[in-house]
């Protein structure tokens, strides 16, 4: 059974970074996407970050471009979101998902292309 760990978030001031980290349990990774997502009072769960684990590709939503960046640690069967120069809009609870999309057609941009999830950690991000 495949089970995800997330964590790492917390409180930092705009400007700061993160670190968060996901630890994949109970399959091989090497045939998988990972994403990160993100979910925001009053807003849907968005994609953040995602990284197809055959091909090494990375992809990002417009607004965390150049600020953060998604790796695996194959060894820990763990994938990192480092996150820096951290803005109040990035506050929301960051969620880690495991899954098959279909990455040419923009499937791993979807919440339902991910078949398990993290807990999900909070950052918080004060101005």
């Known amino acids: 059974q495949v089970r995800l760990e997330d964590s790492g978030g917390g409180l930092v001031q705009t400007g700061g970074s993160l670190r968060l980290s996901c630890v994949f349990s109970?399959?091989?990774?090497?045939?998988?996407?990972m994403g990160w997502f993100r979910h925001a009072p009053g807003k849907e769960r968005l994609f953040v970050a995602g990284?197809?684990?055959?091909?090494?590709?990375?992809d990002y939503t417009d607004s965390v471009k150049g600020r953060f960046t998604i790796s695996r640690d194959d060894a820990k069967n763990t994938v990192y979101l480092q996150m820096n120069s951290l803005k109040p809009e990035d506050t929301a609870v960051y969620y880690c998902?495991?899954?098959?999309?279909?990455?040419?057609?923009?499937?791993?941009?979807?919440?339902?292309?991910?078949?398990?999830w993290g807990q999900g950690t909070q950052v918080t991000v004060s101005s």
């Open positions: 998902t495991v899954g098959t999309p279909i990455w040419r057609n923009g499937g791993h941009r979807e919440t339902s292309k991910y078949s398990s």
């Open positions: 990284i197809n684990l055959a091909s090494g590709a990375t």
């Open positions: 109970g399959g091989t990774l090497s045939s998988w996407s």
